[in-house]
Every structure is written in structure tokens, then in C-alpha cells.
Nanobody, 115 residues
Framework: QVQLVESGGGLVQPGGSLRLSCAAS????????MGWYRQAPGKQREWVAS???????SYRPSVLGRFTISRDYAKNTVHLQMNSLKPEDTAVYFC?????????WGQGTQVTVSS
């Protein structure tokens, strides 16, 4: 059973930055395309960014140019660098497979953008 653990969230002012990390119990990041997702209060979980095994990244339009997804094979982690944060980025952020049956969802990490 793969366990995903997200970290790095917090409270940040608009325009600020955060770097999220995703660790897994198994060496899954070299086997699957991975994605970051988020869920705001009262809304459905949505896809934010993904990275393929060839390290090709994709982003939802609202974060393009502000967020960067990356994979660290040596540390078995996936990161999401978030810059120029906006209040509408406030959500719980999760990582999981980009395609196919997802692993069990982790607890996520809360990102709050507020002045």
C-alpha cells in the first residue's frame, strides 16, 4: 500500500511563495507520471500540474507561469514550487498519480493565501 505524504503548506501573503513536497512509501516516482491536485472549501478536487516520466510538465491555465512541478529521483520526492500566490490558490494540496487508478489519497497540505 503506497502512502503519500504532502508537506510544505502554510499561510502566505498574496504574492508570496511556497514549495510543496510529496514523499511516498515506495519508489513510485520513477514508475508513474505524477500530479498535484487541490481542493478548496466547498469545491471539487482539481488538477493543478503534472509531470511525465520524461519530465514533461503540464499546468492548469490559472497557475501557468507561476507554479513549477519537479521530480527529485535521488530523494524520491515530487515538488511544486508556487510563486506569485493569489488568494484563489487557497486550498488543500495533494499529490497522486496523474493517470489511472489513484493511490490512496494522503492528508494533503493546507495552503492559505491571505493578507
Amino acid at each position: 500500500q503506497v502512502q503519500l505524504v504532502e508537506s510544505g503548506g502554510g499561510l502566505v501573503q498574496p504574492g508570496g511563495s511556497l514549495r510543496l513536497s510529496c514523499a511516498a512509501s515506495g519508489n513510485i516516482f520513477s514508475m508513474y507520471a505524477m500530479g498535484w491536485y487541490r481542493q478548496a472549501p466547498g469545491k471539487q478536487r482539481e488538477w493543478v500540474a503534472s509531470i511525465t516520466l520524461a519530465d514533461i510538465a503540464s499546468y492548469r491555465p490559472s497557475v501557468l507561469g507561476r507554479f513549477t512541478i519537479s521530480r527529485d529521483y535521488a530523494k524520491n520526492t515530487v515538488h511544486l514550487q508556487m510563486n506569485s500566490l493569489k488568494p484563489e490558490d487557497t486550498a488543500v494540496y495533494f499529490c497522486n498519480k496523474y493517470a489511472g487508478v489513484p493511490f490512496s489519497w494522503g492528508q494533503g497540505t493546507q495552503v492559505t493565501v491571505s493578507s
